[in-house]
């Protein structure tokens, strides 16, 4: 079976969007990491929340699904091989719009955690971004509304205690090329993407909301 995301891993490990922006201080910000705490980061990606937690002290383990991606663990967010209350803080950014089971996923980061799950994922804007979506990446499964995220954590046991909101601006190129989306699909993904778009369709923008949540003492 192809390993398609171990295909697309340098281009992740170098995407300016996620490797940079502030978005990411705000996650590791919310991790609160130092000396002495245990971090999983789920989907790992191109790492770039790991090393940000390593640099601040915190002990890190990585999960991807692809191998490609080469996290410690190789392992579906729906299927964590650890025991419960394993870590101090769980974290997963701009990765679960590709869970096949978000609640079973958003579960599974509760269980492992004994204190703070963070999430950061892209936000639902309309039915055309997620076909654009699903086009440039039939990987894309479903973004959430603020809504729907606070109660895939509330019904995994966690209290939402923070949220922020974060636009973020995509080149449209290089968004499509990590994605070897080309011809007539590219064409179409603008299309659906327009109302998105700068007048001259160079960029794009979409919103990522960050939560913070704790396990429930009650």
């Not at 090393?51 to 991807?64: C, F, K, P, W």
């Not at 191998?67 to 701009?94: N, Y």
């Not at 980061?109 to 963070?118: K, Y």
């Amino acid at each position: 079976m192809s390993d398609v995301w171990g295909d697309r891993a340098d281009a992740y490990r170098s995407s300016a969007t996620h490797a940079h922006d502030a978005d990411l201080d705000i996650v590791v910000e919310m991790c609160n990491p130092h000396e002495g705490v245990k971090a999983l980061d789920v989907a790992t990606g191109g790492g770039h929340v790991a090393r940000r937690l390593h640099e601040q002290g915190a002990e890190v383990v990585t999960t991807d699904a692809s191998p490609g991606m080469k996290p410690d663990v190789v392992c579906r967010a729906e299927d964590l091989p650890f025991a419960d209350g394993s870590f101090d803080v769980v974290v997963t950014r701009i990765a679960p719009h590709h869970f096949t089971d978000i609640g079973r996923a958003v579960g599974e980061l509760a269980r492992v955690s004994n204190a703070v799950v963070v999430v950061e994922d892209t936000l639902y804007a309309a039915e055309e971004v997620e076909q654009a979506e699903k086009l440039r990446d039939p990987t894309h499964v479903r973004s959430y509304s603020e809504a729907e995220w606070r109660e895939l954590l509330e019904s995994a046991g966690l209290e939402v205690e923070r949220v922020e909101h974060f636009a973020k601006t995509h080149d449209f190129d290089d968004w499509l090329a990590r994605c070897d989306c080309v011809g007539a699909a590219a064409e179409r993904v603008r299309e659906l993407l327009a109302p998105w778009a700068s007048d001259d369709g160079a960029i794009w923008s979409d919103t990522k909301v960050i939560l913070k949540a704790r396990k429930s003492q009650t």
